[in-house]
């Protein structure tokens, strides 16, 4: 059972030992059986961790991920990515981005990493009386993004420009994601989907329009995937949705308010919305009224992942009770995104993200 009060978004600061193992594998200086074991021997340590720190729900800290996103869709046939060296805040970095190969869809035959890192995940979390395991995996709407509006695609190798069956088939492939991490004891799902935000922002807009979109074409196509995403999920499957305003190495990529996408995003039948809310650039929390009368719950972003700085325990409970005043009794707080985005994590250091940890939990005395 999934009572929300505090939780986080899901990602760590990567260890050092995780960061050369990956080194080292990339390299070829180890096997990946050997890089396996070492992830594991961070996820236990990490899970520990977090029971001790109080987390209720608990996560892998996507220890095994270099990216938030491309490493879960690529669980997908018919989805590969392509690398580039782009140059972001004045340094060349390493990115991927993703692109539709074939038909999209989810084979149950086949042995799937992400699977198999959930059955770790959750047969740590069942070592420790009434704690969760959550799993994380990216949206739907991550691969629109990445093939139509980021690399400017027109068309894909197989669907041609029939971009209403490509939703259908991305629907039910993680339809069949769901259902096969529910199967495998997973009750506690978190969808993280920064696509929205991509359209608040100004200049990625005009991107938008150059390419021959509108905004309102690209929010129908997003809402109906997600939506259709979730028909036939079970039940007693909890299942949350995350966004920001995007996070590489701590830096925001957008900016703009949620006014014109929150009645949208509202609509699609999420268990719980994590929203970022740690700085003035969030705007009010007004948009998110329309979830006062549903049944889901708001959990407001409020604590930095990306400042070093400790906010304030009573500054917190205000902006808490100021969000309640809005949205409702069915309210959560969180950090406003994970701390490692990427594997190169944060600007913050492991002190820091523990003791912004320990404030979320603090919290509770007035949730």
């Not at 990602?11 to 990956?22: G, Q, V």
């Not at 690399?151 to 197989?158: A, D, R, S, V």
């Not at 990625?204 to 979109?213: E, I, P, R, T």
């Not at 006062?292 to 407001?300: E, P, W």
Request: hydrophobic share 35%; glycine share 6%.
């Amino acid at each position: 059972m999934i009572n929300l009060t505090y939780d986080i978004v899901g990602s760590f600061l990567r260890p050092e030992e995780i960061k050369e193992a990956r080194k080292n594998f990339k390299g070829g200086q180890i096997s990946r059986e050997q890089l396996t074991q070492i992830e594991d021997h961070a996820i236990e340590q990490l899970v520990e961790k977090e029971v001790a720190h109080g987390l209720k729900y608990v996560t892998d800290g996507e220890f095994r991920r270099r990216w938030w996103h491309l490493d879960w869709l690529k669980e997908f046939d018919g989805f590969d990515t392509l690398h580039f060296t782009k140059e972001i805040n004045g340094t060349p970095n390493e990115i991927e981005l993703g692109t539709v190969t074939g038909k999209i869809f989810y084979d149950k035959e086949k042995v799937h990493p992400e699977l198999r890192a959930w059955d770790f995940l959750h047969s740590l979390a069942q070592k420790y009386d009434g704690v969760i395991a959550k799993k994380c995996i990216s949206g739907p709407n991550m691969i629109f993004i990445d093939h139509f509006l980021q690399l400017g695609n027109k068309e894909t190798p197989y669907y041609g420009t029939d971009i209403t069956t490509l939703i259908d088939d991305v629907a039910e492939a993680y339809q069949d994601a769901i259902r096969d991490f529910y199967d495998h004891g997973c009750r506690y799902i978190q969808i993280d989907d920064t696509s929205w935000t991509y359209l608040i922002d100004d200049n990625f807009l005009a991107k938008v329009a150059s390419l021959g979109y509108t905004k309102g074409q690209v929010l129908n196509w997003f809402q109906t995937v997600s939506t259709k995403a979730l028909q036939n999920k079970p039940e007693d499957c909890f299942i949350a949705t995350h966004f920001c305003k995007g996070n590489f190495k701590g830096n925001p990529l957008f900016h703009g308010f949620y006014d014109s996408v929150a009645p949208v995003i509202a609509e699609i039948p999420y268990d719980a919305f994590f929203v970022e809310y740690d700085d003035a650039r969030s705007g009010s929390f007004e948009p998110w009224k329309v979830l006062r009368n549903k049944d889901a719950v708001f959990v407001a972003g409020l604590i930095s992942t990306k400042n070093p700085v400790l906010e304030d325990h009573d500054e917190l409970k205000a902006r808490y009770n100021e969000a309640k005043k809005i949205v409702g009794d069915q309210i959560a707080l969180s950090p406003q995104c994970g701390f490692a985005s990427v594997e190169e994590g944060n600007c913050i250091d492991d002190e820091t993200q523990w003791k912004k940890i320990d404030l979320l939990v603090s919290c509770a005395d007035f949730i």
